[in-house]
Nanobody
Framework: QVQLVESGGGLVQPGGSLRLSCAASGSIFSIYAMGWYRQAPGKERELVASITNFGVTNYADFVKGRFTISRDNAKKTVYLQMNSLNPEDTAVYYC????????WGQGTQVTVSS
C-alpha cells in the first residue's frame, strides 16, 4: 500500500509555469506506475500524463509539448512540470499510483487566470 501527497498547485497567469510534486510513502515506490490526472468542474477525471516503473512516459494530446512528467525513485516522488499554462488547464490535479490496484492522492488545485 502507498500513500500519496500532492503539492505545488496554485494560481498562475496564462503562459506561466508550475511544478507539481507527489510524495509517496508506505511501500516500494519503484514498482509503481505513476500518473497525473485532472478534474475540472463538471467534467470527468482525465489522464494528463503517466510514467511506468521503467520510466516510459505517456501524455494526453492536450499537454504534449507543454507538460513533462518525471520520477525520482530515491526520493519516492513524481513530478509534473507544466509550462505554457492556459485557462483550460484549470482543474484539481491528482496523483495516481498503480500496482495491482489504484491509489490516489487528495489532489491539488491549479488555477490559470489573469
Amino acid at each position: 500500500q502507498v500513500q500519496l501527497v500532492e503539492s505545488g498547485g496554485g494560481l498562475v497567469q496564462p503562459g506561466g509555469s508550475l511544478r507539481l510534486s507527489c510524495a509517496a510513502s508506505g511501500s516500494i515506490f519503484s514498482i509503481y506506475a505513476m500518473g497525473w490526472y485532472r478534474q475540472a468542474p463538471g467534467k470527468e477525471r482525465e489522464l494528463v500524463a503517466s510514467i511506468t516503473n521503467f520510466g516510459v512516459t505517456n501524455y494526453a494530446d492536450f499537454v504534449k509539448g507543454r507538460f513533462t512528467i518525471s520520477r525520482d525513485n530515491a526520493k519516492k516522488t513524481v513530478y509534473l512540470q507544466m509550462n505554457s499554462l492556459n485557462p483550460e488547464d484549470t482543474a484539481v490535479y491528482y496523483c495516481n499510483a498503480y500496482y495491482m490496484e489504484n491509489y490516489w492522492g487528495q489532489g491539488t488545485q491549479v488555477t490559470v487566470s489573469s
